[in-house]
């Protein structure tokens, strides 16, 4: 097991977004600027739910390494903050001078947070390990986040998903409610429905979209309207 410290990010750029501008933007789509049908709590937790339904297709890109605290081949992943899953290892890691090209190394990741190195010889104490990761988005001023990793130009998209959740919530609420004409809560759920699927299409074009990063081929702009 190690001690683990963040030393960098890379490929998400940070937004400049916070919880306040964004849940005003939500209540805009709501038409509910004044809170007069849903509460900043509930608003706040349909913006949580968006946020990490968007992290499971566009997760925040994290670097940390962990420094080997005793020999052996589990390490533990604990301190990688919001760690979803380990993209790349590198093992052995010299901060001071990096190897090149790096020791990339074979492993699995256990639930408990458990990191398992299957390569090479077994690691020994006050070795580094260099991690690459995947990690949960945060929005500054939400659970006492102080940065917004949510790209400027997701952001739209993540208002488009809340509201949907907060208008799902709302309908579900209503269901059971005496003096509710029955036509209300269909309605709202309607419209819920019409933004999720909005949203859920999105990712999925954004899932698509780094499927195509990863694979090394970008598709060609085509030369005019005939070009297949």
């Known amino acids: 097991m190690g001690s683990t410290t963040i030393t960098g ?4 750029s940070l937004g400049s977004a916070t ?3 964004l849940r005003d933007r ?3 789509v ?5 809170n007069a049908t849903w509460s900043t709590a509930e608003l706040d937790e349909a913006i949580r739910h968006a946020i990490d339904e968007y992290a ?4 925040y890109k994290v670097i940390g390494t962990i420094t080997l605290a005793a020999d052996g081949r589990e390490v533990s992943l604990s301190t990688l903050t919001n760690l979803i899953y380990v993209e790349r290892v590198w ?16 492993f699995e990741q256990w639930p408990g947070a458990i990191l398992w190195i299957n390569d090479g010889e077994e690691p020994a104490t006050d070795d580094v390990v260099r991690v690459y990761y995947a990690a949960r988005h945060t929005l500054n001023g939400l659970d006492s986040a102080a940065i917004t990793t949510v790209p400027n130009e997701h952001i739209s998209l993540i208002v488009t ?3 949907a959740n907060a208008a799902r919530n709302y309908s579900l609420s209503l269901s059971g409610a005496v003096n509710v004409d029955g036509w209300t809560p269909r309605r709202y759920l309607e419209w819920a429905t019409a933004k999720e699927t909005e949203f859920q299409n999105a990712l999925r074009r954004l899932a698509r979209l780094d ?3 990863h694979s090394g081929i970008t598709p060609a702009v085509a030369l005019d309207r005939w070009d297949t």
């Open 9 to 12: 990010t890379v490929a998400t």
């Open 19 to 21: 919880l306040a501008t």
């Open 56 to 59: 499971q297709v566009s997760p």
């Open 26 to 28: 939500v209540e805009q």
């Open 161 to 163: 998903g809340a509201a």
């Open 211 to 213: 499927a195509v990063r």
């Open 30 to 34: 709501l038409q509910d600027t004044g």
């Open 91 to 106: 093992w052995e890691y010299t901060s001071s001078d990096p190897e090149y090209p790096p020791y990339w190394r074979e």
